[in-house]
Nanobody, 123 residues
Framework: QVQLVESGGGLVQTGGSLTLSCAASGRFFNSYAMGWFRQAPGKEREFVATISGSGRGTDYGDSVKGRFTISRDNAKNTVSLQMNGLRPEDTAVYSC????????????????WGLGTQVTVSS
């Protein structure tokens, strides 16, 4: 069982930066692939980024590639999402997720989810 708690969301102006963090409880954190997803009101959940258990593999959604960076610290059981060049369309609830399988873009391949943190980008 893994429990995930996100933090770091908030209000930022267009072009600004935020770093989201996800703290995981439980053992064997480095055996889980981790992902970030987001959901805006009235829209479907969208893949943002994912990272393998070792941290050597990463993948990004097309809309955030080149602006966002995912990383993890397996000694601290945390995964982070550095977000630069934020845009109003990045406004959403951001959730982290853990998968016992390989890192993936697909939400249904994740086994554990956090409650999310709100990110609002003002124009």
């Amino acid at each position: 069982q893994v429990q995930l708690v996100e933090s770091g969301g908030g209000l930022v102006q267009t072009g600004g930066s935020l770093t989201l963090s996800c703290a995981a409880s439980g053992r064997f954190f480095n055996s889980y692939a981790m992902g970030w997803f987001r959901q805006a009101p009235g829209k479907e959940r969208e893949f943002v980024a994912t990272i393998s258990g070792s941290g050597r593999g990463t993948d990004y959604g097309d809309s955030v590639k080149g602006r966002f960076t995912i990383s993890r610290d397996n000694a601290k059981n945390t995964v982070s999402l550095q977000m630069n060049g934020l845009r109003p369309e990045d406004t959403a609830v951001y959730s982290c997720a853990a998968s016992v399988g390989d890192f993936s873009r697909h939400a249904d391949e994740y086994d554990y989810w956090g409650l999310g943190t709100q990110v609002t980008v003002s124009s």
